[in-house]
């Protein structure tokens, strides 16, 4: 395959893979994680600022995040950031540090957030193959100006549909392992 041709479709394969790696990490599974606080912006200050940039995240247990921010007045701000980010989880505090539970998720919820993954991989599937069609109809195009031959098109075409099938075959590994997280109780 022509290096220029693979050098404009594997960065688009990579963004559909990222984008669902990205879309994904936010999908709660059993465990809390503090990859869902990834999206969480507090106003600091008259600042809009990430989460992780005000305060330490921990986690003591699977099941429960901290949240000790580095000064005190920010707290009723973290918590505001928390409730519009939409997590479905109310945080609580002592004063001092903020506290955000995570129940175990119900059978129907996961079945739910199952279906979720499941959407969000058709989704990157269907930028990967997008950045095909892009792809070949270059090649078709070049291939009319008789830039390369209908044999060069040809094996263009093959090399292009091995690598997006290598690469749909990895995402698919990556929503089969989200569904092992999320079904796992």
């Avoid at 707290?75 to 989880?89: A, F």
């Avoid at 995402?171 to 997280?181: F, M, N, V, W």
Wanted: cysteine-free.
């Amino acid at each position: 395959m022509d290096a220029e041709v693979k050098k404009k479709l594997q960065p688009k394969l990579d963004a559909g893979m990222e984008h669902f790696r990205k879309e994904a990490s936010g999908v709660r599974t059993g465990r809390a994680s503090l990859t869902f606080l990834d999206g969480v912006k507090v106003n600091y200050y008259g600042v809009i600022t990430p989460l992780k940039q005000v305060g330490t995240l921990t986690m003591p247990d699977s099941r429960t995040i901290l949240i000790s921010p580095w000064e005190a007045t920010l707290i009723p701000e973290i918590e505001k950031g928390i409730l519009q980010s939409d997590l479905g989880i109310t945080p609580s505090n002592d004063g001092k540090i903020i506290r955000m539970s995570f129940p175990p998720l119900t059978e129907e919820r996961r079945k739910e957030l199952v279906k979720l993954v499941k959407k969000m991989g058709e989704e990157s599937k269907i930028q990967m193959r997008n950045a095909r069609r892009d792809v070949i109809d270059e090649l078709k195009k070049q291939q009319k100006e008789t830039k390369i031959s209908e044999d060069e098109l040809r094996k263009h075409q093959d090399e292009i549909q091995k690598l997006v099938d290598q690469t749909m075959t990895k995402l698919d590994e990556l929503i089969q392992k989200k569904e092992k997280d999320i079904l796992e109780v």
